[in-house]
């Protein structure tokens, strides 16, 4: 079994930046993809980023590219968003994701964490 728990979520102004962490524990990341999704009130969750368990390939949402970046460190078992020039659009809860074959589908994803919330205020 494996435990996702994520941090670093919080109100920001727009244009501002945070990072996101998730730390898993109960089994080694490295042989995992690993991702986040977000989900906004009376939205379905959709995909925002994604990590090969190499870390050599990264994905993202056309909506945030060029102004998130994910990253991995597997010695740490961490996986991490660091998200700038934020908009009141990325106002969502933030879901880590991990999983053998992670896609942009979050039905492809085998443990979610609890989720961790950023508000982005205008």
């Known amino acids: 079994q494996v435990q996702l728990v994520e941090s670093g979520g919080g109100l920001v102004q727009a244009g501002g930046s945070l990072r996101l962490s998730c730390a898993a524990s109960?089994?080694?990341?490295?042989?995992?993809?690993m991702g986040w999704f977000r989900q906004a009130p009376g939205k379905e969750r959709e995909f925002v980023a994604g990590?090969?368990?190499?870390?050599?390939?990264?994905s993202y949402a056309d909506s945030v590219k060029g102004r998130f970046f994910i990253s991995r460190d597997n010695a740490k078992n961490t996986v991490y968003l660091q998200m700038n020039s934020l908009k009141p659009e990325d106002t969502a809860v933030y879901y880590c994701?991990?999983?053998?074959?992670?896609?942009?589908?979050?039905?492809?994803?085998?443990?979610w964490g609890r989720g961790t919330q950023v508000t982005v205020s205008s």
């Open positions: 109960g089994r080694t990341i490295s042989i995992y993809d």
């Open positions: 990590i090969r368990r190499s870390g050599g390939i990264t």
């Open positions: 994701a991990l999983s053998l074959r992670l896609s942009d589908r979050s039905s492809s994803a085998e443990y």
